[in-house]
């Protein structure tokens, strides 16, 4: 009995196991305590209780620090309201907001720059304190953002 590889499938996008390998990843990370994650094809299922994610994004490298806490206190306030028992924020990571023409000519072509409003660390401990799950999602662009799509 080995393990099968986790594949991605040309034009199905990222298989399920790997998303499930990174969700539990996350909820492990930024959770206080430990949490079993796992997944049957409808719903995520935390700690033996099924969940449905509702969620609602934030671009954080186009927001300053000071409205985020504000608008991560407006989400989990909605995710009360609507009677959601899990609230997400998805975050998109786009690999070109870190590398600035000085990164691209005078570092190493692989460093990137995490600082001012692309620390994505502090965004992250900010979701946390306002009770919210994170979905992180790596990228390198999201194309309707940059060039007019």
């Given at each position: 009995?080995?393990?099968?590889?986790?594949?991605?499938?040309?034009?199905?996008?990222?298989?399920?196991?790997?998303?499930?390998?990174?969700?539990?990843?996350?909820?492990?990370?930024?959770?206080?305590?430990?949490?079993?994650?796992?997944?049957?094809?409808k719903?995520?299922?935390?700690?033996?209780?099924?969940?449905?994610?509702?969620?609602?994004?934030?671009?954080?490298?186009?927001s300053?620090?000071?409205?985020?806490?504000?608008?991560?206190?407006?989400?989990?306030?909605?995710?009360?309201?609507?009677?959601?028992?899990?609230p997400?924020?998805?975050?998109?990571?786009?690999?070109?907001?870190?590398r600035?023409?000085?990164?691209?000519?005078?570092?190493?072509?692989?460093?990137?720059?995490?600082?001012?409003?692309?620390?994505?660390?502090?965004?992250?401990?900010?979701?946390?304190?306002?009770?919210?799950?994170?979905?992180?999602?790596?990228?390198?662009?999201?194309?309707?953002?940059?060039?007019?799509?």
């Amino acid at each position: 009995m080995g393990v099968e590889p986790i594949l991605l499938r040309r034009g199905r996008g990222l298989s399920p196991l790997l998303l499930l390998a990174v969700a539990a990843a996350v909820v492990w990370r930024l959770s206080p305590v430990y949490a079993s994650v796992s997944y049957d094809r409808k719903a995520v299922i935390i700690n033996g209780q099924r969940r449905i994610l509702f969620s609602g994004s934030i671009h954080y490298p186009r927001s300053t620090p000071e409205v985020r806490i504000p608008l991560l206190q407006e989400m989990w306030l909605l995710a009360a309201f609507l009677f959601v028992s899990l609230p997400e924020a998805p975050i998109f990571v786009p690999r070109i907001v870190y590398r600035s023409e000085f990164c691209m000519i005078f570092l190493d072509l692989w460093q990137y720059y995490f600082g001012g409003n692309y620390d994505l660390v502090r965004f992250v401990k900010l979701v946390k304190q306002a009770g919210l799950y994170v979905h992180l999602r790596i990228g390198p662009y999201v194309c309707a953002e940059w060039n007019f799509g």
